[in-house]
């Protein structure tokens, strides 16, 4: 009799999964509709069906989650380290001008000419090393942005997410972009409708 209860709760475990896989790839379909003709063309009904199987026991929405969590807080340190950047150069700045104004002040006339030449150097060698440094740190956020993308690309190909894996071509981190806002569109809606499991 035991035997019997579990092979049924197995059977209705299997029917209620069929069924989440059916909604879920129906959900993905009519999401579909509303992206460009040349990614609708490129999601066939196959990888629709294979991200809906992926997404039936919300384990995916939780990667998802906890990966968009990341690069917020990536994204909001890039940019705290960028303004704490250019305040500190807008203070040098400052200080420079301050510096070349007692200097001006306190010039007897006959080296004015020395040291205006010295103070337009001293301004363009600090207005090089602004430009350099913000080169550098705008690098350096380019740089952690695409590790970003890579470290989620290589999470969610972990994580069997279909269409997910390592790649720096446009086109496919394009698609890889699209899917990831059709499973954050589908989360939102289960969310709100409570159809979560």
């Known amino acids: 009799m035991d035997l019997y209860c ?3 709760d197995d059977q209705s ?3 209620r999964q069929q069924e989440r896989h059916y909604y879920l790839l129906s959900e993905l379909q009519t999401m579909v509709k ?7 063309q490129r999601l066939s009904y196959t990888t629709l069906s294979d991200l809906a199987q992926a997404l039936i026991d919300g384990t995916v929405y939780e990667i998802v989650k906890g990966l968009l969590d990341i690069q917020h807080l990536t994204e909001k340190n890039l ?3 960028r303004q704490k950047l250019h305040s500190e150069h807008r203070a040098l700045k400052q ?3 301050r510096k070349h104004k007692q200097a001006l002040q306190m ?7 020395v040291l205006k030449t010295n103070q337009r150097a001293e301004t363009e060698a600090l207005e090089q090393r602004v430009k350099d440094e913000q080169r550098m740190m705008d690098e350096k956020i380019v740089a952690e942005m695409d590790q970003k993308v890579l ?3 290589n999470m969610l190909e972990k994580a069997g997410v279909p269409g997910f894996y390592i790649t ?20 939102q809606k289960e969310s709100v409708s409570g159809s979560l499991p």
């Open 6 to 8: 579990t092979v049924g």
């Open 13 to 15: 475990d299997a029917a």
């Open 34 to 40: 509303d992206l460009s003709s040349s990614f609708q």
């Open 79 to 81: 940019y705290n380290q």
């Open 95 to 97: 200080d420079l001008v």
């Open 107 to 113: 010039c007897k006339s006959h080296n004015l000419a």
């Open 151 to 153: 470290d989620q690309q």
């Open 168 to 187: 720096t071509n446009p086109q496919e981190v394009m698609m890889q972009m699209n899917l990831l806002e059709l499973i954050l569109k589908l989360q």
